[in-house]
């Protein structure tokens, strides 16, 4: 069975301050990875994703992520926190054999001006 | 380019009764899913459609919700009999393909409420 834990329901950082979003999965093969944005009254939107090419991934607008499987981990990073960065951002895990995702509870993130 | 559209974008309704929402998916896009949010949650996946028809409906909760794409474009997820646990935000998705590792892009979501 497979399952993704995102530690922090919520994370409060200052404006141009690093971001860091923790998430760990587990799985019983190699997993897809992904991360997911959602601002207030906006569609999902995709961040970044692991398909088991390099371990640490690039996304949009400054974020990456990088794929630990000796600690099963897949956390989500940014050098300096932007205002715009305020959302809720999911951690998500692919099963093996199917397209259906398996969603962590989601992280809250806050930028304090 | 227009993405994925859900209409409405919110549904208030009393219990017992019966509601449709909507989604209209990327053009072209083959693969369609919808998901249920609760308030604090995750998404949960409900119906995959590819083309025309339901590949994998084993995330619809009960035999209450129906799902269909009758021309391969537009579903409308029907709830019949609701009830107030039926209150979330439910969510459509489209990828082009529905191969594994796709990704899927996200309407804005429907917010139903049951009263």
């Known amino acids: 069975a497979q399952s993704v834990t995102q530690l922090d329901s919520h994370v409060s950082v200052s404006e141009g301050t690093p971001v860091l979003l923790r998430c760990n999965y587990s799985?019983?093969?190699?997993?897809?990875l992904f991360w997911y944005v959602q601002h207030p009254n906006k569609g999902l939107q995709l961040l970044l994703k692991?398909?088991?090419?390099a371990t640490l991934v690039k996304g949009i607008n400054g974020f990456e992520a990088e794929f630990k499987k000796s600690e099963t981990s897949f956390h989500l990073t940014k050098p300096s926190a932007h205002m715009s960065d305020a959302a809720e951002y999911f951690c998500?895990?692919?099963?093996?054999?199917?397209?259906?995702?398996?969603w962590g509870a989601g992280t809250k993130l806050i930028i304090k001006p | 380019g227009a993405g994925v559209s859900q209409t409405p974008s919110n549904k208030v309704t009393e219990k017992g009764k019966y509601v449709e929402l909507r989604c209209d998916p990327i053009?072209?896009?083959?693969?369609l899913y919808w998901y249920r949010q609760s308030l604090g949650q995750g998404p949960e996946f409900l119906i995959y459609?590819?083309?025309?028809?339901?590949?994998?409906d084993s995330g619809l909760p009960n035999d209450r919700f129906f799902a269909v794409r009758p021309e391969g474009s537009v579903s409308t997820l029907k709830i019949q009999r609701t009830e107030r646990g039926d209150s979330a935000v439910y969510l459509c998705?489209?990828?082009?393909?529905?191969?594994?590792?796709?990704?899927?892009?996200f309407g804005p979501g429907t917010r139903l409420l049951v009263l």
């Open positions: 053009s072209g896009h083959t693969a």
């Open positions: 459609f590819q083309g025309t028809g339901a590949a994998d």
């Open positions: 998500v895990v692919s099963r093996d054999s199917n397209y259906q995702l398996i």
């Open positions: 799985s019983s093969y190699s997993p897809s």
């Open positions: 998705a489209s990828s082009p393909s529905g191969q594994f590792q796709e990704t899927q892009y």
């Open positions: 692991y398909t088991s090419a």
